[in-house]
């Protein structure tokens, strides 16, 4: 064999140009199917790693899968916003034998994009949030005072933030004159890298992120004597004032202005857009179920595992015609490889003619044949190994990036 | 030693037919068959080669029976047994010169190519002058140099028989001597049999034998007729 081997291995080198162009064919045709099997296979495991690690999904009414990709991944907004009323019940239905906790999550917003940058999703959420997904910080701290942001990993490294940056939030709307202002907020921290979407978020407070909303806001105190033109009315009954549009809130939360900051409107009512919740019993977890299974509840929770096995039954479709089609191209490399076999031996029937004449067995003309076609599928096999897993360090963020 | 009794042979189309009725060649000896074209020399050293079988009668090669013997035995028969170099060289392409000279090893069942093989090699090319072509490719080299690096593989594994088809046919009368006085020694050495066909009558009186072949030969009327078969070699 050793031999059968080392006279294929110089027959391939003799005809190099044929011999590269099987091998590559032979690639790329191993490496389509495993690829597609090896990417989707991380794709599943990442996706479905999640939404197992996330007991209920609780939103506006709507689109199932709208929630929970946005609430696993940050992405596509829900129809409509839940509020902290919801937080509050949940968490008034903690009882002994009921607990459960609830982690609210306001992603609306985005950071400023800087030139080649796209800004990153900013997560308003609380800090249970970081104990729930095992976060850790890097760098830095975790976040202590309203208008402090840590950044994920990736987000860090590609807009090179570091502790004591500032990064600000943008606009919704540009054209929405009277409504969010940029908020510059502080980087306190950077969290370690957890290769989920996390590292891909700007997280800081969700009252932080109702600033940014135009909920809550800081400005300059008013003086109803001194600042008079500022003073759309000044009822002196009540000691209230009410200011006009020349008085500019606060685009940045620093330690003298903080404590001018404050919410209007009832905290009940403050937006979410979906919230996490994390039952400690089996019994917590029916009872909430229960609770927004009816057609009267005013928002839904979903199981995110179940809702994500829908959402991969549809790539499990796609996975199926990427089959089809790497067999078809299967099919008609090894037609292609046949056919280029049978010229070869026609073009080497000298040689092998030489090979009989010396006296060389049936087998050993067919172990050269043979030996040629190993070598040529062990190299396309391992070239299509190597490329696979090379793709597979980009794709399957590339593909998750595509997807969400 | 090859004895031939009764030997006959004849292509389907009926045109040629070999007959032989006895011939002995002794180990250690050897032979040159000279005749015309077409007389079936070449044919002849194949038949003892078992490259063609035999119509009938007999050829015995030391204790062996060569047309007894299945296509398969045949085939290692001749691998470890005969060294053969052809009219066209026969030369593998994408092999060099020292990779050639080591093929009858490399397609071999039990031989592996060792140190003391390559050493051979080395010592065979040497030997007619070409130990500075070893690792070149043997489409690089002239018709003479192919021919030398032919007879170089056929004396490798020290075969019972040789059996040269015109090694002499593309080259200059100094190393035609030279590679008759090579194939001699080294079958000489190994107690082998030469036979050689040549149209060189000046290398006749180097062997210890001399058969005239036409007198084989039982052309047809057929054959007669046909000047194409007249002319070539068989």
């Known amino acids: 064999m050793k031999n059968a081997l080392y006279l294929a291995w110089k027959s391939l080198l003799w005809q190099r140009g044929r011999s590269l162009t099987i091998l590559l064919s032979l690639a790329i045709t191993i490496w389509l199917p495993v690829t597609v099997r090896l990417v989707l296979d991380q794709f599943r495991r990442e996706i479905s790693e999640r939404a197992n690690a996330t007991p209920l999904v609780l939103g506006a009414k709507g689109s199932r899968i709208d929630l929970a990709l946005h609430a696993l991944y940050f992405d596509t907004l829900?129809?409509?916003?839940?509020?902290?009323?919801?937080?509050?019940?949940?968490?008034?239905?903690?009882?002994?034998?009921?607990?459960?906790?609830?982690?609210?999550?306001?992603?609306?917003?985005?950071?400023?994009?800087?030139?080649?940058?796209?800004?990153?999703?900013?997560?308003?959420?609380?800090?249970?949030?970081?104990?729930?997904r095992r976060l850790k910080v890097a760098e830095g701290q975790t976040i202590s005072l309203l208008g402090d942001c840590v950044v994920g990993s990736n987000v860090a490294t590609k807009m090179q933030l570091h502790p004591g940056d500032s990064i600000l939030s943008a606009p919704r709307n540009a054209f929405n004159l009277a409504?969010?202002?940029?908020?510059?907020?502080?980087?306190?921290?950077?969290?370690?890298?957890?290769?989920?979407?996390?590292?891909?978020?700007?997280?800081?407070?969700?009252?932080?992120?109702?600033?940014?909303?135009?909920?809550?806001?800081?400005?300059?105190?008013?003086?109803?004597?001194?600042?008079?033109?500022?003073?759309?009315?000044?009822?002196?009954?009540?000691?209230?004032?009410?200011?006009?549009?020349?008085?500019?809130?606060?685009?940045?939360?620093?330690?003298?202005?903080?404590?001018?900051?404050?919410?209007?409107?009832?905290?009940?009512?403050?937006?979410?857009?979906?919230?996490?919740?994390?039952?400690?019993?089996?019994k917590s977890r029916t009872q909430i179920l229960g609770r927004y299974s009816s057609s009267l509840a005013t928002a839904q929770c979903l199981k995110p595992p179940e809702v994500i096995e829908e959402l991969l039954s549809i790539v499990f479709r796609i996975e199926q015609l990427a089959w089809v089609c790497s067999i078809a191209a299967g099919v008609v490399t090894c037609l292609l490889l046949g056919l280029v076999v049978n010229l070869s031996m026609r073009l080497r029937e000298s040689e092998m003619q030489t090979m009989f004449r010396l006296g060389c067995s049936r087998t050993t003309i067919a172990m050269l044949h043979g030996s040629e076609i190993l070598l040529l599928?062990?190299?396309?096999?391992?070239l299509a190994g190597v490329a696979a897993l090379l793709t597979l360090q980009f794709a399957a963020s590339v593909l998750r990036s595509l997807l969400f | 030693m090859i004895a031939i009794n009764q030997l006959t042979f004849s292509y389907r189309d009926g045109t040629f037919r070999l007959r032989i009725p006895v011939l002995t060649l002794e180990s250690g000896r050897s032979a040159v068959i000279v005749g015309p074209s077409g007389s079936g020399k070449t044919t002849f050293l194949n038949l003892i080669a078992g490259i063609l079988p035999s119509s009938g009668g007999e050829i015995r090669v030391g204790h062996t029976d060569v047309h007894r013997l299945t296509d398969n035995d045949?085939?290692?028969?001749?691998?470890?047994?005969?060294?053969?170099?052809?009219?066209?060289?026969?030369?593998?392409?994408?092999?060099?010169?020292?990779?050639?000279?080591l093929l009858p090893c490399r397609i071999h069942p039990s031989v592996t190519v060792t140190k003391t093989l390559r050493e051979r090699a080395s010592l065979l090319l040497q030997s007619v002058e070409m130990s500075s072509f070893e690792r070149r490719s043997v489409t690089c080299l002239s018709q003479g140099e192919r021919q030398r690096v032919a007879i170089c593989r056929a004396l490798l594994l020290s075969p019972q028989v040789v059996l040269a088809d015109e090694p002499t046919g593309n080259l200059d009368p100094v190393n035609a001597e030279r590679i008759v006085r090579l194939l001699r020694t080294e079958t000489r050495r190994s107690g082998a049999t030469l036979i050689m066909v040549t149209h060189?009558?000046?290398?006749?009186?180097?062997?210890?034998?001399?058969?005239?072949?036409?007198?084989?030969?039982?052309?047809?009327?057929?054959?007669?007729n046909d000047p194409q078969v007249a002319e070539g070699d068989t």
């Open chain 1, 78 to 132: 829900p129809p409509a916003d839940t509020n902290m009323a919801e937080v509050e019940s949940i968490d008034n239905l903690s009882t002994a034998n009921a607990a459960a906790y609830a982690i609210p999550l306001h992603v609306r917003y985005r950071t400023q994009s800087r030139p080649g940058i796209e800004g990153a999703v900013i997560v308003g959420t609380s800090p249970e949030y970081f104990e729930f």
């Open chain 1, 179 to 282: 409504g969010d202002y940029p908020l510059k907020m502080k980087v306190v921290g950077v969290m370690a890298q957890s290769h989920s979407p996390d590292d891909d978020a700007v997280f800081t407070d969700v009252r932080t992120t109702w600033v940014i909303d135009g909920i809550g806001h800081g400005h300059q105190e008013l003086n109803p004597q001194t600042d008079s033109q500022l003073l759309l009315k000044n009822d002196t009954g009540t000691g209230s004032v009410t200011a006009n549009a020349a008085v500019l809130p606060y685009t940045e939360i620093t330690e003298d202005n903080i404590d001018s900051f404050h919410f209007h409107g009832e905290p009940a009512s403050f937006p979410l857009t979906a919230i996490l919740i994390v039952p400690e019993t089996e």
């Open chain 1, 377 to 382: 599928l062990c190299s396309a096999s391992v």
């Open chain 2, 74 to 101: 045949r085939r290692l028969f001749r691998l470890l047994n005969v060294g053969q170099v052809f009219q066209d060289f026969q030369l593998i392409d994408y092999l060099n010169v020292l990779d050639n000279v």
């Open chain 2, 200 to 224: 060189d009558h000046s290398l006749l009186p180097q062997f210890d034998q001399i058969i005239p072949f036409e007198q084989f030969l039982e052309r047809t009327a057929a054959a007669k």
